[in-house]
Structures are given as C-alpha cells and as structure tokens.
C-alpha cells in the first residue's frame, strides 16, 4: 500500500533528484517510521493470505473441538494442535480468528476509504474550482457534518440503515468523506491560483481535464497523509461499531466483534479472548499512525530542507 | 462583539432547524415503531388506537410540524418505551453524562497541557520522546479495548477500583454528584480516565506543536532580549499564542467527548445519556433518539459559541476581521 502511496506523491520542487526518491530517502530516515511500514506491510500480508497461513480455518466448523473452549494461551487441544494465544468459548482459536479478523477489519477500512476519497477529492475539487455557490453548498455541508463526533454521525446512520457489511461501509464513507472534500479543496484552492492552472485554461482543455489531469496531482501530497490516518480511524470506528453491538453482523467476524465477544468473559479473568484481538487491532492503527506522521512530514513542502 | 453574537446565533439557529428536519426525516425511517409498540396478537382495533395515540397515522409533514410547535414548548414528544416525556429522560441522564465530561476533560488538560509543554520545550530529551511516544499511543488505542484493559488491570487484577455503576452520589452547592462521595469519586476515576486519555494525547500533541511553531518566532527572542525571565517569556508570551489552537480543540472536543461517551457509558455501564440513546437505537424509541440529537446539537452549539467569544478574547485579529465584516 505505502509503495503505491509513494509513487502516488509527486512534488513540484523537481530538483536533480526525482522527488520519489527524495520522499524515499527521506521517509526511510526515520527507524520508527520504518518499522510501521513493515508492520504495515505484515499486516497486509496476513489479511490477504489468511486462508493459507492459519493454524485453522475457524469458521468451518468442523474443525473446532468444543472441549477446546476457552483454553488459555500456549494451551494444547484435544487434537494436540497448541493454541498459542488460547481459545474463545467455541473452541476456536485465537490466532486463527484473529488473522480472519484483521482481514476483514481492513477490507472495510479500505475499501470505505477508496469511496472516501473518491467522494471527497471530487467534491472538493469542485467546490474549489468553481467557487461560489458550489462551493458554499459543499463547504456548508461539510461545516455541519464536522461539527458532529464521527461515532455520533455513524451511530444515527447505522440506526437507520440496520446492519451489514455494506451498511457499515456506507456509514464510514459519510463519515469521512467531509474530511477530505476539505482537504482537498484546500490545496486546490492555493494550486487554483498558480500560473499553470491559467496556462491550461489558455490552452481551452476542457475543465474536467484540468480539473482532474492539472489541478488534482498537485492537491495529493496533503490528501495522502489525511488518508493514511483516515484508514486507521475508519478501522477503529468499525470495532467500536461492533462492539457496541450496531456494526458488522456476527457472521464477519471483525476484530471489534472478537473484542465484544470477550468481554464476558473477561471479569473471569479470561483475558485472553479480548486481549489479543485488540492488540492486533492496537498495533495495525499503531503502524499505519506512524507511516502517516512520517509521511506528514515528508510531504510538507514547509519543513522541506 | 454584539452584532457577532447577534449573527452566530441566527447561524444556529438555521442549523438547529436544518438538524431537525435532517433527524426527523432520518429517524423516521428507521422502521414501525408500531410493531414495537402493539402485542402481535393485538386486534385491529387495539392497533389503531395506539397509532392515533402516538400520532403515527398523520403525514410525516404534519408529524414534523406538530413535532416542532411541541419542541418549542419544552415538548418533544413521549417515549414509546418508558412512557415518559422524552426531554425529562434525557435530561435526568445530562448530569451523569456531564459530569463524566467534565471530570474528563480536566484531566485531559490539566495532564495534556503541562505535557505538551515540556515535550515541546525539549524535544530531544529522553522525557519528551517518551511524552510524545505516549501520546501516541493514546491516540491509537481504540477508546472500547482501552476502557477493558482498565477493567481488567484496577478492577480485576489490582482490586482497586469499583468498574460498573456510578455509585452513591451527593450534594455539592445543589449539584448531585459522584464526587460529593468517596465511593462516588472511586466510580468515577475509570470511566474518566477511558473517556480523557484520547483528548489527553490531541492536547499533548497540539500544545507540543504550537511551542516548536512558537519558540523560534521572533517575538520571543525578542522578548528573551529584554531580559524577561524564562517563566514569564514561557508563561505569558508563549502560552498565550500557543493556546489559540488549545482552546479551540478543548471546546470543539468537549462536545466530541460528549458524543465518545456512549462508548464509555457501556462499558463501564455509567447511567448517562449515551446507554440511553444505545439501548433506544436498540429498541426504536424515536421521540427519545430525536430528543437526544437535539440535545447534544444544542449543546455543540453553545460550546461553539462559546468557542469563538474566547477565541476573539485570546486573539486580537480575530476582532479587527470581525469589526470589518
């Protein structure tokens, strides 16, 4: 994701030096943020080859034991699989349940962050570039939707729409989407001005063709970075979603749903049904966090050496 | 500064309307609150009677507006569930949540601001990348798994701390409150922690930016150079510029910490307004969901107002765009 994020991020300022490898080198100077992007990278890695790489596949039935319920971590199973970080009360292990979490986790932060972006970078770009009324419309509403908590507009949303993947989809992309229109029309507004903008216009390309080929490259560096950290807040509104019993059905079994799925047991002294899913969940926003800082800093023109 | 005033709250009062309209149309189509409402083996009759009852028979035209004269006299209609005036449910549950809020977001500044201070004045210390290592963790630990981690580690295995309920309250100046009672002061010190570390890591962060933004501006040199002492350059002519952008986030999270504390009341089953609002999702309540919205859009409102009337207080060129305009 981060290479794609990388090449994704040309700057004007071309020097001798192609400015990827300048946003390479310059990213790689910080050990932190290094290691966020490998861990990214893991984590990816993990939620897209789950089915191959788990112990077992903990949704198929017949592969729990029942009498495994709910054995601590490091545990050995009837089968005599070892159970590193234990067992939930179907037997099921953790390690397992959470990799099958995380990736869903991360496709509904993904994916309601592509439409995201794809909503927000279009209307703010229009709301710059045409101004006026369009853009009052848009910034007014944007305005109104800011002023209210994320998890607020989510839990109406949800409340309204019911529950399911695409529900909760749709509730993260109206949750974000205000954040980047704003984004986005704030570097369109400083780009708009600029001489090649005008250049184009003298040339008559049609507006969309300025609009999206001049105006929008130049407007990405910012938008990449209140992506990155979107991403991480989108994943985490889901698993609150989840746990307070309003977000992904029981039947995608996200890591906020392992969570919710643990705190019974918890008072118990059963730690580890809800631990380890949300250490999962903690370094996954961990990770993505720092490449966005790291990235923050690279890509802003006014900390540039 | 009048005609200010004057202009926000015509501004507010467009949004209050454009927010009822928004929820009531959006509430409104949440589903039959009929079938929560009337016994399934009710006759026809039974289920007429409780439609004309709650209104459910009119337009949604004539809901709405029959909604709104009532909402203006205090009345925005009675809970399908409780029987009770929505607004009085809502409001014998606003001290609760308030009062967690409250407690909150002292924490969150009276930690965050010191923090962020030192963090930004020495950013290279050992303390400072601590600090700032810290306060990104609390950014990134989900608010839910965090709030179960403190159950776990002070009320399960330290024994320390009470994890449910809100405990016996007292009287403080005609206040009832948890931190009029020991126990009650006990009940409260979890859920505040959950609901503070978050704001606590923005505030770090934001307070730690403005100085590294601030110190090297010349104002200060200049100030050092007239030989004022590091305590005054620090605590007078630093900290007034850096908490611009402070005051805003502390009012404009205020309202988000109101907002956080539906996850917070659950957990650690607090009995404020956002378990209500939770459980009437959950059931369909619609007066009660309305009332709720409305409430906190009240509330945001006036913390925003708030907001700007100090924001000018703090930073003069905020006046002089305001008296041109």
């Given amino acids: ?305 | 500064m009048s005609v200010f005033i004057v202009r926000r709250l015509l501004q507010s009062l467009l949004v209050i309307v454009v927010m009822s309209l928004l929820v009531f149309a959006g509430v409104y189509a949440i589903g039959n609150p009929v079938e929560i409402l009337v016994a399934p083996d009710a006759t026809q009759l039974e289920r007429e009677r409780v439609i004309a009852s709650f209104g459910l028979d009119r337009p949604l035209w004539e809901q709405y507006l029959r909604f709104v004269s009532g909402a203006l006299q205090g009345d925005l209609g009675r809970s399908f569930v409780f029987n009770q005036p929505a607004i009085s449910l809502i409001l014998q549950r606003l001290p609760a949540t308030m009062e967690l809020a409250l407690v909150a977001m002292a924490m969150a500044v009276g930690f965050g601001i010191p923090l962020g201070l030192w963090a930004g004045l020495r950013p290279d210390t050992i303390a400072g990348r601590t600090i700032m290592a810290g306060s990104i963790l609390g950014f990134s630990l989900p608010n839910f798994w965090q709030g179960l981690m403190l159950i776990m580690l002070f009320a399960v295995i330290l024994g320390w701390l009470p994890s449910t309920g809100r405990g016996p309250t007292g009287e403080i100046f005609g206040i009832e409150t948890s931190l009029a009672t020991h126990q009650g002061r006990a009940h409260l010190v979890l859920p505040a922690l959950n609901l503070a570390l978050f704001k606590m890591s923005l505030i770090i962060r934001l307070t730690r930016a403005g100085v590294r933004e601030t110190v090297h501006l010349d104002y200060i040199k200049f100030a050092r150079a007239k030989g004022l002492r590091t305590n005054r350059v620090i605590g007078v002519h630093l900290f007034k510029n850096i908490m611009i952008p402070v005051v805003t986030i502390i009012g404009l999270e205020f309202g988000s910490v109101i907002a956080f504390a539906v996850v917070t009341e659950t957990i650690f089953a607090w009995p404020g307004m956002g378990k209500l609002i939770i459980d009437s999702i959950n059931v369909l309540d619609r007066p009660v969901i309305v009332a709720y919205l409305l409430v906190i859009v009240l509330i945001f409102i006036f913390v925003n107002l708030v907001v700007d009337l100090l924001y000018s207080v703090l930073d003069p060129r905020v006046r002089l765009q305001e008296a041109k305009a």
């Fill in chain 1, 1 to 305: 994701m981060s290479d794609d994020t990388i090449h994704a991020a040309p700057t004007r300022h071309a020097a001798a030096e192609h400015p990827l490898r300048r946003v390479a080198r310059d990213f790689a100077e910080s050990p932190m943020a290094v290691v966020g992007l490998v861990v990214v990278s893991a984590i990816v890695f993990v939620a897209l080859f789950a089915p191959w790489i788990t112990p077992q596949n903990p949704y198929d039935l017949r592969q729990l034991d029942i009498m495994d319920a709910r054995l601590p971590p490091g545990a050995e199973g009837w089968s005599g699989m070892t159970y590193w970080l234990g067992t939930d009360a179907q037997g099921r292990d953790m390690l397992s349940a959470i990799m099958y979490g995380l990736r869903t986790s991360l496709s509904v932060g993904v994916a309601s962050g592509f439409f995201a972006v794809c909503l927000g970078m279009t209307l703010g770009l229009c709301a710059a570039y045409f101004g006026g009324a369009v853009d009052t419309l848009i910034m007014r509403l944007v305005d109104l939707q800011l002023s209210f908590p994320a998890i607020l507009v989510a839990l109406i949303l949800l409340a309204v729409l019911g529950q399911g993947v695409d529900k909760i989809i749709i509730a993260l992309i109206v949750v974000q989407w205000a954040y980047y229109a704003r984004t986005v029309r704030g570097a369109a507004l400083v780009e708009r001005r600029k001489e090649y903008v005008e250049a184009a216009r003298c040339l008559a390309l049609p507006t969309s063709r300025i609009v999206f080929r001049h105006l929008l490259p130049n407007c990405l560096p910012p938008l990449i970075v209140v992506a990155t950290v979107q991403v991480a807040n989108a994943i985490a509104l889901e698993a609150t979603l989840s746990f307070l019993g309003i977000g992904l059905p029981i039947t995608e079994p996200s890591l906020g749903l392992l969570i919710s799925n643990g705190f019974q047991y918890m008072l118990s002294g059963r730690y580890w049904i809800s631990f380890f899913p949300g250490v999962a969940l903690l370094i996954t926003i961990v990770a993505i966090n720092l490449v966005g800082d790291r990235l923050r800093d690279v890509l802003n023109p006014r900390l540039q050496r």
